[in-house]
């Protein structure tokens, strides 16, 4: 079973990373962020490493809407380091998904930086990805480690947080779809898999106006039930404890769009 730790959540998420680093001696880093997320954590994050002595290369992707697809991809893989180094996620869902994919293939470990508290995927195995307009979903690895800084989730913008509490929501039809999937079709099911994810629903529910408000309750609330979400995810070895027929067709919209040449609708807006 994949460990990830530490994962904090808190408001010395920086100050924790470097000591992880020097605990694990750790020298050279990859991070992968946009021109927002950099602009949010990135560039402080490279500045203290860099204070630090380490040896830390950006890549930050530019355009107005950023999404896992070959150019995003390409773009992270020919400007990473041929030496090792370990990457960083600086971002929400996407950047994430870019990093892990890109990481797991160039045989690297990352670390997760969430910006946003925005989606489960963050402890996840899964990289969805937008390849020739379809989008599939390719095994990739979990991070060795999460610090979500508290008030950068703050800080971002509220449609972000409110796409996470979607995401969440959303999980209320995908446990119905799963468990209903375990009596009809005999699918593999896990009690306290199941349950865990409904306690993380319950969560977000009895905290919609501490999320509603970004304070910095809610959002601790928030981002810890997306993260146990993802964790759910990676210890049952696939995504049916967070993800049913609401995915299939936030999928096939994400596809339209796409297609259509039309801008991306945030995936817990369409799954919530």
């Given amino acids: ?37 950099h602009r949010a954590l990135g560039a402080h994050v490279t500045g203290a490493l860099r204070a630090n002595g380490y040896d830390v290369t950006t890549i930050v992707l530019s355009g107005d809407e950023v999404i896992a697809d070959e150019r995003h991809l390409m773009t992270v893989l020919v400007n990473a380091p041929l030496e090792p180094s370990t990457f960083l996620a600086v971002g929400s869902g996407t950047l994430t998904d870019i990093t892990r994919f890109i990481s797991h293939r160039m045989g690297r470990s990352f670390i997760s930086l969430p910006t ?32 979500a800084d508290l ?18 929501i ?6 119905a779809d799963w468990h209903l999937g375990s009596v009809v079709w005999d699918e593999p099911f ?42 759910c995810m990676l210890d049952f070895g696939e995504s049916r404890p967070a993800s049913g027929a609401e995915h299939h067709a936030s999928h096939y919209w994400e596809m339209l769009l796409l297609q259509e040449g039309r801008p991306a609708a945030l995936h817990g807006a369409k799954v919530g």
């Fill in 1 to 37: 079973m994949t460990t990830i730790s530490p994962i904090y959540v808190g408001n010395d998420a920086l100050a924790n990373l470097l000591r992880y680093c020097a605990d694990l001696k750790l020298t050279r880093f990859t991070l992968v962020s946009d021109t927002n997320t």
């Fill in 116 to 147: 946003a508290p925005s989606v489960d995927g963050f402890t996840s195995i899964g990289a969805p990805l937008v390849l020739n307009l379809v989008k599939h979903t390719i095994v990739s690895q979990a991070p060795i480690a999460l610090f």
């Fill in 151 to 168: 008030t950068t989730l703050r800080e971002a913008p509220q449609r972000l947080s409110a796409a996470g509490y979607g995401d969440m």
């Fill in 170 to 175: 959303g999980k209320i039809t995908s446990l």
């Fill in 190 to 231: 896990d009690e306290d898999i199941f349950r865990r994810s409904e306690a993380a629903i319950e969560r977000c529910i009895s905290q919609t106006e501490t999320i509603g408000q970004r304070s910095q309750e809610g959002m601790r609330h928030l981002i810890e039930a997306l993260i146990c979400s993802g964790l």
